[in-house]
């Protein structure tokens, strides 16, 4: 779509695909990369617990009032329920009496509910953004568009494409074998202020082969959702890593150079460029 940024590339690995998968299970590289600057688990149901790290860093006061003085636009990714709460919790007080932690309680809470919906429902279970208006931008049916375009997997893994289109439907319990699944939430620092994502880590075992797929469902701000996918593949040097990643924001419509999106220098381009350099140093060292 015009919301759209696609990054792609290539990377050799010298070592067995098996070898990186210890590291994707523990997610090590979120403890690398420098913009992420605290993660943590969601399990099962999830519950408020999980997401006690989450945290209104840094600048958390004047992140806070943000929330406070929330309304559909591009400033955060609210629905209108969220939107709803912060404003109530403001008419207790103005925007500077209302403790950063009282601000915190209501984050976590719609990322719990956000989580909750699409382990339930999938993508047709996110929530909008309110933009404004009858404005609403549809993280799901980006992630669904970006979905289909993956037209290696569809063509090679038809099986764990209709699941990723249809989850949590779709696999059968033999097929199911040979899927891993992880939820996390990060706090990712865009230019100063906190960016709550809400991840869904897949891999899918092929034989020697590895399908590895990363759903950003939710992001507060900057960037709506993110699709990224490696193929690891051996081969007589080692595993091949390509990478597919697709990136929807509002940032981007209307321009062509990648030079004018911000997102892509603040997330995209050190993500992927301190993901793939520690994933290679890891698995060398095996």
Do not use: C
């Not at 007589?236 to 981007?252: A, E, H, I, N, W």
């Amino acid at each position: 779509s015009d919301r759209e940024l696609a990054i792609g590339f290539v990377g050799l690995v010298k070592g067995k695909p098996k070898n990186l998968y210890s590291s994707y299970r523990q997610a090590l590289v979120l403890k690398e990369v420098p913009v992420i600057t605290a993660y943590g688990n969601l399990t099962g149901e999830g519950t408020i617990a999980d997401l006690a790290g989450v945290k209104l860093q840094p600048n958390g006061e004047k992140e806070a009032k943000r929330y406070l003085n929330a309304q559909p636009g591009n400033e955060l990714n609210l629905d209108a329920r969220e939107i709803a709460a912060f404003q109530a919790l403001k008419a207790g007080g103005d925007a500077d009496a209302v403790p950063v932690e009282k601000v915190e309680v209501l984050v976590r809470q719609g990322l719990l509910a956000r989580y909750q919906a699409y382990r339930k429902e999938g993508l047709s279970g996110i929530a909008p953004y309110e933009r404004g208006g009858t404005d609403q931008v549809r993280a799901g049916d980006e992630l669904l568009l970006s979905t289909k375009g993956l037209k290696g997997s569809a063509k090679h893994l038809p099986a764990f494409h209709k699941f990723l289109l249809n989850y949590p439907n779709g696999l059968t319990k033999e097929e199911s074998k040979n899927l891993e699944e992880f939820f996390y939430w990060l706090n990712i620092d865009v230019f100063g202020r906190p960016t709550y994502v809400l991840v869904h880590r897949m891999l899918y075992h092929v034989g020697d082969a590895a399908l590895a797929v990363e759903r950003h469902f939710y992001a507060s701000h900057d960037y709506n959702s993110m699709l990224q996918q490696v193929a690891a593949l051996p081969t007589k040097d080692g595993t091949v890593l390509f990478y597919t990643g697709r990136v929807s924001t509002d940032q981007v419509a209307g321009f062509t150079s990648a030079m004018l999106h911000p997102v892509s220098r603040a997330i995209t381009a050190p993500y992927l460029k301190d993901m793939f350099l520690k994933i290679q140093a890891k698995a060398e060292k095996k």
